[in-house]
Each structure stands twice: as C-alpha cells, then as structure tokens.
C-alpha cells in the first residue's frame, strides 16, 4: 500500500550454530536501491528488484550481479516473479500509470509491457504465479471494491476478476507493498492476506481465482498493521506473518497457522517471532521448516511454525528460496543482499 515507506539494513554473516541451522553470508549488489522483491529461478541464478527502476540478475549464485534495465522510467519495482531461468514477471507499483507489469523470456535483455494501468484509482502490490500461465496480481481496493487481475495465458491478456465475484472490502483494505509475497498460489488455490483496515483477513479462491470467499485472521489489524505475508506448503497447511511496520521490534500477535485451507487460524504467541515480519516461507524439500524475516532479524521453525528461534544478524524485506531449497536469497534497504544456507 502507499503508506509503506523504506527503512534501511545492513548485511552482515551470522551463524545460527556450530552444527546446523541457515547461515547467512553478505552480497555485494553494487547499488544503493531499497529492495522489495526478490526471486531464486535456481541455487545460481536469482533477480532483485527495488526503488529508482533498479532490477539485478546473477548467474553464479550471488557472486555478482548485472543490472537490468526494463524501463527508462525510475518506477519501483516492488515485486519480481522468476519462473524458469529465463522467464520472469516483474511489477512497478504506484498510483494509475506507475502500476505496470513487464515480462521476459531471454534472461531479462528484452522485455514485454503486459500491462500499462490507465486507472488513475489502482494502485498495484503484489504478485504469483503457479506456472508461466496463470498469475494472479492484487491492489488495494477502490470503494468498497478489492483490484484483482488474473491472466491464464502467460500475461498476453489480464483480465480484472468482476467485483460480483469477490466480497466486499473493508475500509482502506488493501495488500501491503511490502515483500511481494502477501498473495500464494497452490494447484488451483490462491490465497491473499490484507491489512490496513479493521481486520486483517484472508481472501481464498479454489478455482484458480474465478470466485472468492473471505475468512478472519486474529493477526493485528490497522493503519500499518495487518498481514504482510502468506504461505503454503500444500492445500491445507499455511502460515501468515505481519505486525504493524511502524513497530518493527514488536511481535503483537503477527503470525498464525491453518490446517484447513485458510477457513480458520490459530495465534501462535509462545515461542513465536522476535519481532515485525514482512516475509515467511517453507523450506522447499521439507514439510515443517520455515524462515520469516523482516528489517530488523529472521527467525526459523522446524516444526510447522508451532515455535521459532530468532537468529541473531541481518534483517531484509524480503526473500525467497531456491526450487531445491538449498540456497535462499534476501534483499532489503540500500541495497543490502545476503544468501541463506541451510
């Protein structure tokens, strides 16, 4: 949403412990840019995107990093997709022609504008994809009305799910800018948590987002409190992050589970996050670890979110995990990048 402002990290190692556990190590971006997205096509190869048009590439695993350049214009690139090696989606955020989408299939030296917002009312934040095919973008709503855009052609065509289709939104409800990782796909099962309003709730669709339903969370709701994050390791088992960005250190009820789909969630308080989280994920390869993080630390769980141990080190806004898991890329404030190993 418009209000999330940049707050800068720094990188720096950490170990967890002597034996096991994620260890980060420090990347040199070469930029000072706010990062916001981040995506691993492979242990080697991964994109960033951020503030002033900034987008970076690297082939050999974070060692270095090319930059990019989709647009002239010094839009912010709050969210990056990669698909496959060489196909990645990346979207622009801001108000009416500042919301944009442009893809490419050659490794990022040429891209396509796939959509060009005229609604000077829209205002994109996030993005999925299940395959090259189907995506899934959200925006805060507009009178009582939630943005929601779907393609099942590769993006050629994006199409806004009708508004009879999706029940009504809250006041100032919306999908924080944050991470790009608010909205999850699964199969046929998309899932959106939002924030900035009353509650803080999760939109569902098990059609591939033809139609919707909407069901509570308990995470803490407001101007700068919500969810900020949602994953899923399957149809049922997911996890949602969040807290209020205006108190990073704070953990006030900001993360909860589900083992039904998103119909229900259950606060977890003992032995939860150490403070703010702007991004959650599974361990791919595991069925019960998870790595949250946000600007100020990261946590991880080995037993389904049940409990977390903070790791003391780097905060980012974001990350993202490599198809085998062995490799996880972070990315935060004045261009500070890390890679997690397991």
Do not use: C
């Not at 990290?9 to 706010?34: E, I, K, Q, R």
């Not at 048009?53 to 690139?77: N, P, S, Y």
């Not at 698909?83 to 442009?102: E, Q």
């Not at 509570?216 to 101007?223: E, F, K, R, S, V």
């Amino acid at each position: 949403m418009s209000m999330l402002r940049t707050i800068g990290v720094v990188t720096f190692a950490v170990v967890l412990s002597a034996t096991a556990g994620p260890t980060w190590t420090p990347l040199t971006s070469g930029v000072n840019a706010t990062f916001r997205g981040v995506s691993a096509a492979s242990d080697q190869v991964a994109w960033a995107s951020g503030s002033a048009g900034t987008v970076l590439r690297t082939e050999d695993g974070g060692a270095t990093w090319q930059k990019i350049t989709i647009t002239a214009d010094r839009v912010d690139f709050r969210d990056i997709d990669a698909i496959n090696l060489k196909t990645a989606y990346a979207l622009s955020i801001g108000n009416g022609p500042a919301s944009r989408i442009y893809k490419t299939t050659d490794a990022g030296a040429t891209w396509t504008a796939q959509f060009l917002n005229e609604d000077p009312n829209v205002f994109l934040d996030a993005m999925t994809f299940s395959d090259e095919q189907h995506g899934i973008v959200m925006g805060d709503s507009i009178e009582g009305k939630f943005t929601l855009l779907k393609t099942d052609d590769g993006g050629k065509t994006w199409a806004r799910v009708p508004a009879d289709a999706l029940p009504p939104a809250l006041l100032n409800e919306g999908a924080f800018a944050a991470s790009g990782t608010n909205v999850a796909m699964f199969g046929n099962n998309v899932w959106i948590g939002t924030g900035a309003a009353a509650k803080a709730r999760v939109l569902r669709s098990t059609d591939r987002g033809r139609t919707w339903k909407v069901f509570d969370t308990p995470l803490i709701a407001g101007g700068s409190a919500g969810i900020f994050s949602i994953a899923f390791r399957d149809a049922t088992h997911g996890v949602i992050v969040g807290g209020d960005y205006r108190k990073e250190a704070e953990a006030l009820d900001n993360l909860a589970l589900t083992e039904d789909g998103g119909a229900t969630w259950t606060l977890i308080k003992d032995r939860g996050l150490s403070g703010f989280r702007s991004v959650v994920a599974y361990v791919p390869g595991t069925a019960a670890s998870l790595i949250a993080v946000g600007p100020q630390g990261t946590d991880y769980s080995t037993d389904g979110g049940r409990s977390w141990t903070p790791v003391q080190g780097p905060g980012f806004h974001t990350l993202s995990f490599s198809p085998s898991g062995k490799a996880a890329f972070g990315a935060g404030g004045r261009g500070s990048l890390g890679k997690l190993t397991w």
